[in-house]
């Protein structure tokens, strides 16, 4: 199996950015995720900035995996809906250039009926955000949101005017009782980004997200399919919960690469 391009969400280590540049660096990892909301807000940057951060990052031997751009409401949602849409779009921008062409993004849960108001406006707000994309050359990763697979193909596959793809969170298909190899298998071709992220399920129907290899997603089998289809996408390894997000990020680092040679 060819190396894995695995990064680091370093919103995790919790440090301001010069310090997570150099814990990113530490964990092996040899990319990152930026928050566009949070680390690197669009605007906050001048030109000579944006060459800084790429220079420092390069003499880390890091790369820009993605941006992730964080909503508080979903694109159906009708509260300060084009608000939230040109945010989006800022937040696009900044990936072009940063030179990253990646930005994850959660709609919120796709609607059950396909007829229904709020599906036409999530639609609508996408085939505008995907039309967007083919400008700046950035393209949205919808992360799950307890959605089944055929949901978030359908949708997908309805938006004509641009790309669109999948970042795939197998955390979030373990916790909404879905197996998250059996969904890789059914929506790999649309997926452009990985979230590596582990979980497990309680015995309320719920779930907790864990350390990486720690959960019930079995990346014994998941990372033989990134080989299998050939797939050049960045593998991003995320914490959100737990009192040691930077040291679960770094030993998910060495986690992958032990599964990946094992």
Known sequence: MPPLKIAVATR???LPLKDSLRAAAASGAVGVQFDAREELRPGDLTETGIRQLLHSLSERGLSIASLVFPTRRSFYDQDELDARVAATKRAMDLAWQLKCGVVTVRAGKIPA???SKNYRILQDVLSD???YANRVGST????PTHDSPQALLDLIESIKTG?????????V???SGS???DAFRSTYRQVLHLSA???VRDIDAGGLEVALGRGEVEWIEILPLLDEIAYTGWVTVIRTQGDDRGGDVARGVKFLNNVMFS
């Not at 949205?140 to 992360?143: E, G, M, N, S």
């Not at 790309?163 to 955390?171: E, G, N, W």
């Open 140 to 143: 949205l990763a919808i992360t």
């Open 173 to 175: 298909f373990v916790m």
């Open 197 to 199: 992220r582990d979980a």
């Open 113 to 115: 009926d396909p007829a």
């Open 163 to 171: 790309p669109l793809a999948i970042d795939f969170d197998p955390a």
């Open 129 to 131: 955000l995907a039309h």
């Open 12 to 14: 995790c280590f919790q």
């Open 179 to 181: 197996n998250p190899v």
